[in-house]
């Protein structure tokens, strides 16, 4: 079947996507075919696109890790979905491993081979793409910057039909390891201070469910515009940290909770005096989640010992089950209490470049592409 798919063709930066025509195959031994609705843009895409980690990857690939959409058939030994369910597509796992083996497929050993495997789930000598018989390479064994994708059933989460596709996509990676790391890691207790720092979508992800488990929120950023929309959206306290130092933020984090800090930390930023900053903030005995990744980041043995009094995990996709955590947050988003549309910019599919160019510039929190 032919499709229009984004293709990335070259690593450079800026990154350019071209809407062309491709093939895809039908599903086979337990692979899905799904009509894609939406689909995410997650900074993980432009990294690969522009080798900002300096990871190698076939080309030319289809980008995309957070789509939703509606099954539109299935291959031999699926069952747990059928066409017509609505669907998350998210990381792959291998369905063998150890962590596999023991319900926590967000630490699959072969996840990130996966992710750039041009074979597939069950090592299929070609990928579900190609254009003009050569083939063309998928992402996350997903590449939802296409009409349709197909997909291990192992990645696909059944959702409810009264989920509005177009704002599901995203739940798939960055809001998933947001309020992931909340749900699954810190475990807040009501009436606790939850500090967040990075008003991203992982970052507000994290402060939704932090406040719909009942506790109470403090974030901060740099982002006066991002700090009004959390206070817009029930956060308890913000705090600008544009110009602090490292010394300054901590006292007025601390300061902001009652002046003796938070009980628990989600680490959205990836800056390193912020990460200092914000560790040195929470209390002893306290929990912290560092869930951002990004650039390099520095730390003083020394350092250890003044937050050795803290439990402090990192956290993969939020260490939670997607098949778990993604029902969840459809069912938050219904109640009103994960409100997600409020840092979506929508636009076409065919407006994808335009859609890559607003994120880098930072005019859009969290791009959502529509299909038709």
Same mark, same amino acid.
């Given at each position: 079947?032919?499709?229009?798919?984004?293709?990335?063709?070259?690593?450079?930066?800026? @990154?350019?996507? $071209?809407?062309? !025509?491709?093939?895809? =195959?039908?599903?086979? *031994?337990?692979?899905?075919?799904?009509?894609? #609705?939406?689909?995410?843009?997650?900074?993980?895409?432009?990294?690969?696109?522009?080798?900002?980690?300096?990871?190698?990857?076939?080309?030319?690939?289809?980008?995309?890790?957070?789509?939703?959409?509606?099954?539109?058939?299935?291959?031999?030994?699926?069952?747990?979905?059928?066409?017509?369910?609505?669907?998350?597509?998210?990381?792959?796992?291998?369905?063998?491993?150890?962590?596999?083996?023991?319900?926590?497929?967000?630490?699959?050993?072969?996840?990130?081979?996966?992710?750039?495997?041009?074979?597939?789930?069950?090592?299929?000598?070609?990928? @579900?793409?190609? $254009?003009?018989? !050569?083939?063309?390479? =998928?992402?996350?064994? *997903?590449?939802?910057?296409?009409?349709?994708? #197909?997909?291990?059933?192992?990645?696909?989460?059944?959702?409810?039909?009264?989920?509005?596709?177009?704002?599901?996509?995203?739940?798939?990676?960055?809001?998933?390891?947001?309020?992931?790391?909340?749900?699954?890691?810190?475990?807040?207790?009501?009436?606790?201070?939850?500090?967040?720092?990075?008003?991203?979508?992982?970052?507000?992800?994290?402060?939704?469910?932090?406040?719909?488990?009942?506790?109470?929120?403090?974030?901060?950023?740099?982002?006066?515009?991002?700090?009004?929309?959390?206070?817009?959206?029930?956060?308890?306290?913000?705090?600008?940290?544009?110009?602090?130092?490292? !010394?300054?933020?901590?006292?007025?984090?601390?300061?902001?909770?009652?002046?003796?800090?938070?009980?628990?930390?989600?680490?959205?930023?990836?800056?390193?005096?912020?990460?200092?900053?914000?560790?040195?903030?929470?209390?002893?005995?306290?929990?912290?989640?560092?869930?951002?990744?990004?650039?390099?980041?520095?730390?003083?043995?020394?350092?250890?010992?003044?937050?050795?009094?803290?439990?402090?995990?990192?956290?993969?996709?939020?260490?939670?089950?997607?098949?778990?955590?993604?029902?969840?947050?459809?069912?938050?988003?219904?109640?009103?209490?994960?409100?997600?549309?409020?840092?979506?910019?929508?636009?076409?599919?065919?407006?994808?470049?335009?859609?890559?160019?607003?994120?880098?510039?930072?005019?859009?929190?969290?791009?959502?592409?529509?299909?038709?």
């Amino acid at each position: 079947m032919k499709i229009k798919a984004a293709l990335c063709n070259t690593q450079q930066n800026p @990154p350019e996507f $071209k809407i062309q !025509e491709v093939d895809i =195959i039908e599903p086979r *031994q337990n692979e899905v075919r799904i009509k894609i #609705v939406s689909a995410g843009i997650c900074h993980t895409d432009i990294a690969y696109a522009t080798d900002e980690w300096g990871i190698p990857i076939p080309l030319p690939m289809v980008m995309g890790h957070e789509g939703a959409g509606i099954v539109e058939s299935v291959g031999p030994g699926v069952t747990k979905v059928k066409p017509g369910d609505h669907v998350v597509i998210s990381i792959p796992s291998c369905g063998c491993c150890e962590a596999c083996n023991t319900g926590k497929s967000w630490f699959c050993a072969k996840t990130a081979d996966l992710s750039l495997l041009a074979g597939g789930f069950d090592f299929f000598d070609t990928t @579900p793409l190609s $254009k003009d018989g !050569e083939p063309v390479h =998928i992402l996350f064994q *997903q590449s939802s910057f296409a009409e349709y994708v #197909v997909t291990n059933h192992r990645s696909v989460v059944k959702i409810p039909d009264d989920m509005d596709l177009k704002d599901a996509g995203p739940l798939s990676c960055g809001l998933h390891t947001g309020a992931g790391g909340v749900y699954s890691v810190l475990k807040p207790q009501i009436g606790e201070w939850v500090l967040v720092t990075g008003a991203g979508a992982v970052g507000l992800a994290a402060v939704w469910m932090a406040k719909a488990m009942g506790a109470k929120v403090c974030l901060a950023d740099i982002a006066d515009d991002r700090l009004q929309l959390a206070k817009e959206t029930g956060v308890d306290a913000i705090v600008n940290t544009k110009g602090m130092s490292q !010394e300054e933020m901590t006292v007025a984090l601390k300061e902001t909770m009652d002046g003796t800090g938070a009980h628990c930390l989600l680490e959205a930023c990836g800056v390193t005096p912020v990460i200092k900053a914000a560790m040195l903030a929470v209390r002893a005995g306290g929990r912290i989640c560092q869930a951002a990744v990004g650039g390099k980041i520095e730390f003083d043995s020394w350092f250890f010992g003044e937050v050795d009094s803290k439990e402090i995990t990192f956290s993969r996709m939020g260490n939670v089950s997607s098949g778990l955590i993604i029902p969840i947050l459809c069912e938050l988003y219904k109640e009103g209490k994960f409100p997600i549309n409020r840092i979506y910019t929508y636009y076409s599919f065919n407006d994808i470049q335009k859609a890559v160019d607003e994120y880098m510039a930072g005019k859009a929190v969290k791009p959502v592409l529509l299909f038709d």
